[in-house]
């Protein structure tokens, strides 16, 4: 039960994202895409991303960490190659902007829908 809240509600991170930026920038086709599209970047990163980032391990501590925040930008751009037109990143940089957004709104979803802690 709890991964289909978690995939619910990084679809409507996704969604919202979209939404908030311009439509020349980053596009979903409806709420339904922007749930696929979520667990699309999410299988993606857990195999491709995992993956580089493995290979790329010395130059991300180098880096503080930036190697990952491309990865997962590559992944949204992968994202987008695979869905077509139904969710579209325009270029690397409106898939970071939109990697930003998302996270941020991942991050507010998650304190107000949250887990409950159990004692």
């Known amino acids: 039960m709890r991964f289909i809240i978690d995939v619910l509600l990084t679809g409507l991170a996704v969604f919202l994202g979209a939404y908030i930026l311009p439509s020349s920038a980053v596009s979903v086709a409806g ?60 270029n690397f940089w409106w898939a970071a902007v939109f990697a930003i957004i998302v996270a941020l709104i991942q991050m507010l979803l998650g304190r107000i829908f949250g887990a409950k802690k159990r004692d």
């Open 31 to 90: 709420f339904g895409w922007a749930v696929l599209a979520g667990l699309i970047i999410a299988v993606v990163n857990a195999t491709i991303g995992t993956l580089l980032r493995f290979f790329t391990l010395p130059l991300n501590i180098l880096t503080l960490g930036l190697i990952s925040f491309i990865i997962t930008v590559l992944m949204v751009q992968l994202t987008s190659y695979f869905m077509g037109s139904k969710f579209e990143v325009a």
